[in-house]
């Protein structure tokens, strides 16, 4: 079993950056592929990013592609999304997700607004 857990939201102004945090505890993550994915009201969950742990091999949707970056550091067990320009749009709940074949392990979010 493996625990995520997520921290680093809160209230940010357009164009501003926050970095959130997934802490993993339970066991090493090295053979897993992580993601990042969030929800904003109303709408369904999207995928942001992922990073192979083994090698950090990462991917980003569309909409982040250039603002965003995912990251991982081995020696905490932990994944970061920094995310950088932020747009009113990016206002959502922040979902990290992890797993060796399927994501099969969730946090519990954290809440990103960011006004205008």
């Known amino acids: 079993q493996v625990q995520l857990v997520e921290s680093g939201g809160g209230l940010v102004q357009a164009g501003g950056s926050l970095r959130l945090s997934c802490a993993a505890s339970?066991?090493?993550?090295?053979?897993?592929?992580m993601a990042w994915f969030r929800q904003a009201p109303g709408k369904e969950r999207e995928f942001v990013a992922a990073?192979?742990?083994?090698?950090?091999?990462?991917s980003y949707a569309d909409p982040v592609k250039g603002r965003f970056s995912i990251s991982r550091d081995n020696a905490k067990n932990t994944m970061y999304l920094q995310m950088n320009s932020l747009k009113p749009e990016d206002t959502a709940i922040y979902y990290c997700?992890?797993?060796?074949?399927?994501?099969?392990?969730w946090g519990q979010g954290t809440q990103v607004t960011v006004s205008s």
């Open positions: 339970g066991r090493t993550l090295s053979p897993y592929r």
């Open positions: 990073i192979r742990w083994s090698d950090g091999t990462t």
């Open positions: 997700a992890g797993g060796l074949t399927r994501l099969d392990y």
